[in-house]
């Protein structure tokens, strides 16, 4: 005979661990991609790839958006190419090539404040001007 | 893990790219699809104009299901080249 009790929560989903599925789901895993930038001195940001909602592209500029869950909602990046539509196709690129390998899972957006010039992440993108 | 990107461009200087975990469904209706985001206000929604709905559907299904080894960004959408992902979508019809 199998007794089932109500009022207790299921402890399992599929065969899997609820809890350890649950927190997964929740956390930030290790290997997650995270993006950084740098305004100037005292003002940059840093998000998970996974917190990335949109970007989106206006005159001269990228507004990336991320779930605002937190202090940072959005970064603007600023563009040198005319067409930021080339901007955005490098941008995606670059995002979608971390983290395999050897490679690093940091990616530097934008850094204004580095020693010597703004550092980028893909050349059509000149820099970042807000952290908001 | 990889992130695929899906891209629209509706004008110049007027694009957009979404990771492909925040597309939440696509409807096909009469003469258009539309693409549901997570997203902020403004951005949530992209109707496509469309010849036949069904393969214009299945076709992005194809194209998200793509190689894995594919540099991760999908033109959906470039109103600016005319470029679809699919021979049965003719526009962007609106972002909202």
């Known amino acids: ?132 | 893990m990889k992130t695929k990107f899906l891209l629209f461009q509706n004008a110049a200087n007027d694009a957009l790219a979404y990771p492909l975990d925040r597309l939440q469904d696509v409807e096909g209706k009469d003469g258009t699809i539309v693409m549901s985001f997570d997203a902020p206000s403004g951005e949530t929604t992209i109707t496509l104009a469309t010849s036949d709905e069904f393969q214009a559907l299945k076709d992005i299904s194809e194209a998200i299901g793509g190689p894995v080894h594919s540099d991760g960004v999908l033109v959906i959408a470039d109103d600016v080249a005319e470029e679809y992902v699919s021979s049965q979508i003719t526009a962007i019809n609106s972002v909202a």
Do not use: W
Request: charged share 20%; hydrophobic share 45%.
């Open chain 1, 1 to 132: 005979m199998v007794l089932i009790n109500l009022n207790q929560e299921p402890k399992t989903l599929n065969g899997k661990h609820l809890n350890k599925q649950l927190k997964k789901e929740k956390m930030t895993r290790a290997d997650e991609i995270m993006l950084v930038a740098q305004v100037g001195d005292n003002d940059s940001m840093m998000s998970p790839l996974g917190k990335l909602k949109s970007i989106n592209s206006g005159s001269g500029v990228l507004l990336l958006n991320f779930d605002a869950t937190a202090n940072v909602a959005a970064v603007t990046l600023t563009t040198s190419s005319p067409d930021e539509f080339t901007a955005l196709k490098a941008l995606c690129r670059a995002l979608n090539g971390r983290g395999r390998n050897m490679q690093s899972n940091v990616v530097v957006l934008a850094d204004a404040a580095a020693a010597t010039a703004t550092v980028t992440v893909v050349p059509e993108i000149t820099g970042c001007s807000i952290i908001a």
